[in-house]
Nanobody, 127 residues
Framework: QVQLVESGGGLVQAGGSLSVSCAASIPTGRSFSEYAMGWFRQAPGKPRTWVAA????????LYADSVKGRFTISRDNAKNTLYLQMTNLKPEDTADYYC?????????????????WGQGTQVTVSS
C-alpha cells in the first residue's frame, strides 16, 4: 500500500505564496517513479476538485484553468516527494489540499483515476 502524507498548509494573505508537500511511503519492490501523481482540493461545503497532475518522471504537468500560471506541481523521485508551489493566492484557493497517486492513469483529472490518497492539509487564504 502506498501511504501519502501532506504537509505545509497554513494561513496566508491574499497575494502571498505557500508550498505544500506530499511524502510517499512506497511498498518494497516498487518505486515512487512508477506512480503518476496529482493534487486535488476541497473547499468547505463543496466537492473535491482536481488541481494539477504530473507524470512519472515529472516531465509533463497539467493544471486546472483556475490555477494555471499561479501553481506549479513538481516531484522529487529520489525523495519520494510531491510538491505544489502556490503563488498569487486568492481567497477562493482556501481548501483542504490532497495528494493522490495513480497506478495506471497519467494526467488524471478525476478522483476515480487515482488509487491512493493522503489525508489532506488545510490552506486558508485571507483577504
Amino acid at each position: 500500500q502506498v501511504q501519502l502524507v501532506e504537509s505545509g498548509g497554513g494561513l496566508v494573505q491574499a497575494g502571498g505564496s505557500l508550498s505544500v508537500s506530499c511524502a510517499a511511503s512506497i511498498p518494497t519492490g516498487r518505486s515512487f517513479s512508477e506512480y503518476a501523481m496529482g493534487w486535488f482540493r476541497q473547499a468547505p461545503g463543496k466537492p473535491r476538485t482536481w488541481v494539477a497532475a504530473i507524470s512519472w518522471s515529472g516531465g509533463a504537468a497539467l493544471y486546472a484553468d483556475s490555477v494555471k500560471g499561479r501553481f506549479t506541481i513538481s516531484r522529487d523521485n529520489a525523495k519520494n516527494t510531491l510538491y505544489l508551489q502556490m503563488t498569487n493566492l486568492k481567497p477562493e484557493d482556501t481548501a483542504d489540499y490532497y495528494c493522490a497517486a495513480a497506478v495506471n492513469v497519467v494526467g488524471g483529472r478525476t478522483e476515480i483515476d487515482y488509487d491512493y490518497w493522503g489525508q489532506g492539509t488545510q490552506v486558508t487564504v485571507s483577504s
